[in-house]
T-cell receptor, first 115, second 110 residues
Framework: NAGVMQNPRHLVRRRGQEARLRCSPMKGHSHVYWYRQLPEEGLKFMVYLQKENIIDESGMPKERFSAEFPKEGPSILRIQQVVRGDSAAYFC?????????????FGNGTRLTVT | EDQVTQSPEALRLQEGESSSLNCSYTVSGLRGLFWYRQDPGKGPEFLFTLYSAGEEKEKERLKATLTKKESFLHITAPKPEDSATYLCAVQVDSNYQLIWGAGTKLIIKP
């Protein structure tokens, strides 16, 4: 009964490289949310996806960032040409439906360090 | 602008010393307020949902309450294993997005 799985747990990239973060939602969940967390700050919404659809990407920078949730396989958050300011913890959460009457199930995050 | 503020930023208590954490919010229309617990290196873990003023929820040593402007997370006779960062989030009417506070880091000394 696996929860939300994120990998890798830690990712180190040099400036200008690409970072790919993966998220497998809980079984039966078709709604995925990506959040970014900086130390001492709250979680910041980035993007909300359903299978094969981006529902809301209003929290994601227009350039260098993209997300997908294909019909098969995990959701991917992709950051191109990373900069030092991209260093953060990126969390994925899933839910069984759009209206969060219950709660989100979070993975343990990917900690991205840009050197 | 919708906003969530948590206080204090950090709280150190002795084991058994009860206290409360605060989450104040200014939003256009509250759909729900959520409390989560986050341990170091882990993702947030859901604790409670509150929908309307006057509502209370309890779980072990934790009790969450809600008014029209704020929520409290009361911790009674805490133990060291209650040490964590406690996060508050609100969901605004007609919007699935959660607006998060920065959290309160709770440290319980044995």
């Amino acid at each position: 009964n696996a929860g939300v799985m994120q990998n890798p747990r830690h990712l180190v990239r040099r400036r200008g490289q690409e970072a790919r973060l993966r998220c497998s939602p809980m079984k039966g969940h078709s709604h995925v949310y990506w959040y970014r967390q900086l130390p001492e700050e709250g979680l910041k919404f980035m993007v909300y996806l359903q299978k094969e659809n981006i529902i809301d990407e209003s929290g994601m920078p227009k350039e260098r960032f993209s997300a997908e949730f294909p019909k098969e396989g995990p959701s991917i958050l992709r950051i191109q040409q990373v900069v030092r300011g991209d260093s953060a913890a990126y969390f994925c959460a899933s839910s069984p439906s759009r209206q969060i009457e219950g709660h989100l199930h979070f993975g343990n995050g990917t900690r991205l360090t840009v050197t | 602008e919708d906003q969530v503020t948590q206080s204090p930023e950090a709280l150190r208590l002795q084991e058994g010393e009860s206290s409360s954490l605060n989450c104040s919010y200014t939003v256009s229309g509250l759909r729900g307020l959520f409390w989560y617990r986050q341990d170091p290196g882990k993702g947030p873990e859901f604790l409670f949902t509150l929908y309307s003023a006057g509502e209370e929820k309890e779980k072990e040593r934790l009790k969450a309450t809600l008014t029209k402007k704020e929520s409290f997370l009361h911790i009674t006779a805490p133990k060291p294993e209650d040490s964590a960062t406690y996060l508050c989030a609100v969901q605004v009417d007609s919007n699935y997005q959660l607006i998060w506070g920065a959290g309160t880091k709770l440290i319980i000394k044995p």
